[in-house]
């Protein structure tokens, strides 16, 4: 998405060498070579830039104090529990000798630093892992620094970013390693119930135990590109299964694709995009009423009626114009208005489950200065757009990437503000074998039950389940030649007449246009189209601010009517909303 730069999916990225093993740390000394472009660099260089190679872009591992530096404000960052140690509860040969011997070589106490800092002005606990202490695995003490930082952001109510490297569970220290994965999660857990934000940032190499507890039980969940991450280790995996792994098996951009992390982040735009993402999750309820009544006084109370609002031209078109007028190639699809009414949007990937849907976008961004959720079924622009977008049409695993960020809005109290354009939901084999009736079904049910206000507005096509799983709401709209109906006249003609050349036919009976289907109480809303630009230019892109400034006025009415309403009357009105049909 061209608002999006934080995200970029398209970053220069070089890959880090064949296996995380062979990725060296910066030594220390004037010249070293880079291992990605075998180039000599000097160390003092990579260190002043953020610990990237000059040449080549090649990503070294940072330094958890050289990362801390990199991320928190300056002078802001107050560390906790700096000398806590563990022990040796196997009573390993060794083990105390070679912790010894690492605290002497990298100036730390354990492979994980936590502490306290501002990062954007916004104070958060921040912890960083540090590969150089026995690969950053996760025995006794950098468990309990994990639990205790966030059992302390608990209680302070403040967000926690964990910046995670690991080899895995520590294996000197035995069961009680394997331990830390069950406290580490039990104390997220905590910290989640009581409704903060908890991002992870995974670095090159996130595996094993860590991958397994904390570090995939972010709400957010941020990588760098090529890092590794995987729970068994590419040479285990070779090892069991007697081959050899593709060159991007568990990097980054594999687990983004397979829907397991929500943006690749360029390390240059971490501390950016983490401000950003922690400003988001900033206002909270009361700013949330604030707005509103700010929102309040500049536009009057009640004008939910007044919302209809309607052209004369087009009383006398057909239906089938409708249908074409909203299929119409240069029609503006949902990143048009994503950029354009929430210009703040920030883009969160994946179901967290198996992949990550293109035909859905799905994020958080601010309206009027409150955070909203925005979702919307994205057609995509020109042939080649269209063709990776799946031309709208939603997979299983776009709606539970829908469903996962509806959840995540309830959890900060966002409104969640859905944009339905799709022909239907996907009709293919693997959607078939991945369940999609089983995810429209869940999205429509649970959509009944969840405790923020729920705004759907169909932009263009309205196609049969599909969209219906994007428009379980409070309130749908729908744009003046946008069509919502059971499935496509095509279809509808060709099921009951057995004949699709009969849609412009069908098109008529069904009901399907704006003003009909506000006429039957289907939406609430009707937003004008004709009137709004040139008639000769018709509606695109370019011609679309009428439209938008609509949208606009009536978004901030319907926040304001929905924002404060008791949470159970909320839900008492959706039910009675399609109760009624
Ligand atoms: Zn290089």
């Not at 509103?292 to 009640?302: E, I, P, V």
């Not at 309607?310 to 503006?332: F, I, M, N, T």
């Not at 289907?522 to 609509?550: C, H, N, W, Y």
Request: charged share 25%; glycine share 10%.
């Amino acid at each position: 998405m061209k608002s999006n730069h934080l995200f970029k999916k398209t970053a220069k990225y070089i890959p880090l060498g064949e296996r995380a093993e062979s990725v060296p740390e910066v030594p220390e000394g004037l010249l070293r070579r880079c291992n990605a472009c075998k180039a000599a660099v000097f160390v003092e260089e990579v260190v002043a830039g953020s610990y990237i190679c000059p040449r080549c872009g090649n990503y070294f591992r940072v330094p958890a104090y050289a990362r801390l530096a990199q991320i928190a404000d300056e002078g802001s960052f107050e560390e906790w529990d700096a000398e806590l140690a563990g022990s040796n509860p196997l009573r390993y040969k060794g083990y105390g000798e070679k912790v010894r011997e690492l605290r002497e070589r990298t100036g730390l106490r354990e492979a994980v630093v936590t502490g306290r800092a501002q990062i954007g002005g916004i104070p958060a606990v921040l912890g960083v892992m540090d590969g150089r202490f026995l690969m950053a695995s996760m025995g006794e003490c950098v468990g309990e620094k994990i639990t205790r930082a966030i059992e302390r952001a608990t209680e302070e109510r403040l967000p926690v970013i964990l910046f995670t490297c690991s080899g895995g569970a520590r294996m000197q220290e035995g069961i009680i390693s394997l331990m830390q994965m069950a406290k580490t999660a039990a104390a997220v857990r905590k910290h989640s119930e009581a409704g903060l934000l908890y991002i992870t940032v995974l670095t090159d190499p996130t595996t094993g135990g860590v991958t397994a507890s904390f570090a995939m039980l972010g709400d957010i969940i941020l990588a760098e590109p090529g890092a590794l991450i995987g729970f068994a280790g590419p040479r285990v995996i070779e090892q069991t299964i007697r081959q050899k792994l593709p060159k991007d098996f568990q990097r980054a951009e594999f687990l983004l694709e397979h829907g397991f992390l929500d943006a690749i982040v360029e390390r240059e735009r971490m501390r950016e995009c983490l401000a950003k993402l922690l400003k988001l999750h900033c206002s909270g309820g009361e700013i949330f009423d604030r707005n509103l009544s700010m929102a309040q006084k500049n536009t009057g109370q009640d004008s939910r009626r007044e919302g209809m609002i309607y052209g004369d031209s087009s009383v006398s078109v057909h239906a089938w114009e409708h249908v074409q007028l909203a299929r119409d190639k240069r029609r503006p699809v949902g990143h048009d208005y994503i950029e354009r009414l929430f210009p703040d949007f920030v883009e969160f990937h994946g179901d967290r489950y198996l992949r990550d849907d293109p035909a859905v976008i799905g994020g958080i961004a601010t309206f009027g200065g409150v955070p909203v959720t925005v979702i919307a079924q994205e057609k995509g622009e020109g042939t080649k757009g269209c063709i990776a977008r799946n031309f709208g049409m939603v997979s299983p695993d776009g709606y539970r990437k829908s469903m996962r960020l509806v959840r995540q809005a309830e959890k900060f109290k966002r409104p969640v503000i859905f944009l339905v354009d799709t022909p239907g939901a996907f009709c293919g084999m693997e959607a078939e074998e991945q369940g999609q009736g089983e995810a429209i079904a869940r999205n429509i049910s649970d959509l009944f039950g969840v405790r923020v206000p729920v705004l759907s507005i169909v932009i263009g096509e309205g196609g049969s389940g599909g969209a219906l799983a994007f428009a379980v709401a409070d309130q749908v709209w729908m744009l003046e030649h946008a069509v919502y109906s059971i499935l496509s006249p095509e279809g509808f003609a060709s099921i009951l007449w057995k004949d699709g050349s009969r849609a412009r036919e069908a098109a008529a009976l069904m009901k399907l246009t704006a003003r009909d289907l506000y006429r039957m109480g289907i939406v609430e809303r009707v937003v004008q189209e004709e009137g709004t630009f040139p008639k000769r230019e018709g509606f695109s892109r370019e011609t679309m601010d009428g439209v938008l400034a609509q949208l606009a006025k009536g978004i901030e009415e319907f926040m304001i009517q929905y924002g404060n309403l008791d949470e159970e009357e909320l839900l008492a009105q959706r039910y009675q909303r399609f109760r009624k049909f």
